[in-house]
């Protein structure tokens, strides 16, 4: 009977265990596909380039969750529909949302789930015992390691010290008992103590230039001046020009390119004044001209108002190269953007909204790990043929995830964390 009942107990234990890391690990679907699709335009407590997302099914037609799943899966054929959706469009200048047709029922669930409970954590009352609130919380590893530095360096010098005073003492004592000993070596030319501190000089010193060198050829904050003042704000942003209008060749090729003067031509041979767009402003502060950058390409383009362009007398335009990767990576554009269906957002932060362009993300070899353990892939699902074809070969993945040993498949398992993928 004892026996039973123990056996009972271990089946009870294994199933409340299974059935947390069941919740746990739906949890973190929902905040790794909030991250990989919907964090480079919305937070979940304020607006960025979308509205807040707390409490969402509480406003218009999002109360019905099969009204979600069609505004999301096609954004464009929603709006019409109510008018909740059309007074959104206009409140952000008429941008519209782009589709996820590729996100299932499931991960939408998952999505609004982890909104759901995130929006209600931070909504309820912290205690703070730092006094300091929830910034002093995140830099507290920070200031405690600073801390524990100066500290041990007080420490080392107080022993020093200690030392030297016993050192002192001691010979005062001997001196008193008559007992002839040298005199103590000075500090300065004690073997002990320039090897301590030549130690200590080693440590700092190899820490600081190992630092450095890992940070070497990183750019992120870089924002140089361009021969023309471009704001993808204003195209990207206001005016919503598709990136692949001018980089096209991020979907085909390992290079996104930079667009040749006739892609530029295509729109400003009928636009040559800069007149109801918003403000533009360069990194000072300073006002900038539109009408006197547009004038700037012309330039280049050897292009006359209202004359016939000729476009053999183009000359290109020198702009100044912002993301650079060692060369001894390999990066392909197509890659990530067109079977990854990886936003652009991702890797060069909310481009729509910069006047002036710089890199936002570190493009680290730990900053690119990260993201291959997290993202998941489109993979194919044979029961309905959808996702991508090529990652029909992993039948060791469609096994395990047909019997629940898993429910997705990530860059790192197929093999996107193995050195050969971007240094061979």
């Known amino acids: 009977m004892i026996f ?13 265990v299974t059935l947390l890391s069941f919740t746990s690990i739906k ?21 960025l380039t979308g509205p807040a997302l707390a409490g969402l099914e509480t406003r218009g037609p999002w109360t019905d969750r099969k009204n979600l799943y069609k505004w999301i899966h096609n954004p464009a054929a929603f709006i019409p529909t109510t008018p909740y959706t059309k007074e959104l469009q206009a409140q952000f200048g008429g941008q519209i949302m782009p589709a996820f047709p590729q996100l299932a029922e499931g991960d939408i669930d998952a999505i609004v789930d982890y909104i759901n409970k995130t929006a209600a954590a931070d909504a309820a009352p912290k205690t703070d015992t730092t006094g300091a609130g929830g910034a002093a919380a995140a830099d507290s590893g920070g200031q405690s390691a600073v801390v524990f530095g100066i500290i041990s360096l007080v420490l080392a010098l107080v022993a020093l010290i200690l030392l030297q005073v016993n050192s002192n003492l001691k010979k005062l004592s001997d001196d008193k008992e008559g007992i002839l000993r040298p005199d103590p070596v000075p500090f300065y030319r ?13 440590v700092v010193g190899g820490y600081f230039v190992s630092k ?21 704000k204003v195209h990207a942003g206001v005016n919503q020009i598709n990136c692949l ?10 290079h996104a390119a930079i667009p040749s003067v006739n892609i530029c031509m295509n729109c400003h041979k009928a636009i040559n004044t800069y007149e109801k767009g918003p403000k533009l402003y360069d990194q000072a502060g300073n006002e900038i001209n539109g009408t006197q950058e547009i004038q700037k390409l012309y330039k280049y383009a050897g292009f006359t108002a209202g004359q016939a362009w000729d ?6 335009i ?3 190269k912002i993301h650079n990767l060692p060369d001894h990576v390999y990066f392909n554009h197509a890659q990530h953007v067109n079977a990854g269906k990886v936003a652009c957002q991702t890797c060069h932060g909310n481009i729509q909204e910069m006047d002036v362009v710089e890199q936002k993300a570190d493009l680290s070899m730990g900053w690119c790990i990260n993201c291959h353990r997290e993202s998941k892939v489109n993979f194919n699902n044979r029961s309905d043929s959808t996702g991508n074809k090529f990652y ?20 790192k398992d197929i093999g996107g964390t193995q050195c050969m993928k971007c240094h061979y």
């Open 311 to 316: 476009p053999a007398k183009a000359t290109p």
């Open 4 to 16: 039973i009942k123990q056996k009972v107990k271990k089946a009870l234990l294994a199933g409340i």
């Open 27 to 47: 949890a973190q679907d929902g905040k790794q596909l909030f991250q990989g699709n919907c964090q480079s335009c919305h937070a979940i407590n304020k607006q």
């Open 245 to 254: 209008y001018c980089h096209g060749s991020a979907w085909e090729s390992k």
């Open 392 to 411: 029909s070969i992993y039948e060791k993945f469609h096994n395990d995830l047909k019997s629940g040993k898993m429910d997705s498949v990530t860059v």
């Open 190 to 202: 004690n073997k002990i103590y320039i090897s301590l501190l030549a130690l200590v000089l080693f």
């Open 212 to 232: 450095g060198a890992i940070n070497m050829g990183r750019q992120k904050g870089y924002a140089p001046d361009q021969p023309i003042f471009y704001s993808h």
């Open 318 to 320: 020198e702009w100044v």
